[in-house]
């Protein structure tokens, strides 16, 4: 199991990639509890590019998203580990901002991935990436799988 890395060991592999004429990718997010939409929707972000790079956001940016007292479940090495173990994921950083704009300032990602829930006019990451001719794109949602709804669900069990 490797460590989460830093942003300059990021942004490094980054560089190299784009040095090699890959594509670069990013997406950021919880990953509390793994599910079949979060792996499906990282196969999909992977399929757009060359390396798969992922921002997660630290145990304190979590709390302060909302999600309940309860959040995140797991401990921010602990999802950094399950995500990290993926094949279709490259490198797992931590951010602890609310957004992950420094994150992306930093590794400066070609794409930028989002689940279909999410609406690239209204994102902050938006005009980001186009700082350097990059762009967001958005994976299909899968209906029925969020960490939210599975907690849910598992209280009605």
């Known amino acids: ?7 300059t060991q990021a942004a490094e592999l980054a560089e190299k990639c ?27 972000a992977r399929q757009m590019g060359d390396l798969l790079l992922v921002g997660l956001n630290t145990d304190a940016s979590v709390k302060r998203q909302g999600k309940g007292p309860t959040r995140p479940l797991n401990d921010e090495l602990a999802r950094a580990t399950v995500v990290e173990a993926l094949k279709s994921v490259d490198g797992v950083c931590l951010f602890d901002q609310d957004t992950p704009v420094e994150w992306l300032r930093a590794v400066r990602p070609a794409i930028h991935v989002k689940g279909g829930d999410y609406d690239p006019a209204k994102m902050v990451e938006t005009p980001v990436l186009q700082e350097w001719g990059g762009r967001v794109a958005v994976v299909p949602f899968v209906p029925g799988y969020s960490t ?10």
């Open 1 to 7: 199991m490797k460590p989460p890395l830093s942003w």
């Open 148 to 157: 939210t709804s599975l907690l849910e669900k598992s209280k009605k069990s």
């Open 18 to 44: 784009r040095q090699a004429g890959g594509v670069v990718v990013t997406t950021n997010g919880c990953f509390d509890v793994l599910h079949k939409g979060h792996v499906t929707y990282l196969h999909g």
